[in-house]
């Protein structure tokens, strides 16, 4: 069976407004789930998981191991890619959530997007 296509990206201010209990996040999530999956890149969810304790750390636990969650390995393939969003956006792991987004046709969702710049399609949510 086919999984779900990948609708959403979530990138670390996602998070970080999730395990602080934004509607906003909860409200896209359920939406998304409905008829796809949301996806977190794996250096996404490293930089969260470093940067989290206690409850919100639980919290990120559980959202990772939902059945709609995917999380995305880097590929080699992207390796020219990433470089270019990395420099572009300054961050690593927002580098890895632009090329998820855009390999997926999916969008980022994020409370800073003006570090991606005009190309990657963006869910605003508040910080």
Do not use: N, Q
Request: overall charge negative; hydrophobic content about 50%; some cysteine.
């Amino acid at each position: 069976m086919t999984p779900p296509p990948i609708r959403l990206v979530l990138d670390v201010t996602a998070l970080r407004a999730y395990v602080a209990g934004s509607v906003h996040v909860g409200e896209v999530l359920h939406e998304v789930v409905e008829d796809g999956r949301f996806a977190v890149p794996v250096p996404v969810a490293v930089e969260a998981l470093a940067t989290t304790t206690g409850k919100d750390l639980a919290a990120l636990h559980r959202l990772f191991g939902l059945e709609r969650c995917a999380l995305l390995a880097d590929r080699a393939g992207d390796l020219i890619e990433l470089t270019h969003w990395r420099r572009l956006t300054g961050r690593a792991d927002m580098a890895a959530a632009a090329v998820a987004a855009l390999t997926h046709d999916a969008a980022v969702l994020t409370a800073d997007g003006r570090r991606y710049g005009l190309d990657v399609p963006l869910i605003h949510v508040p910080a």
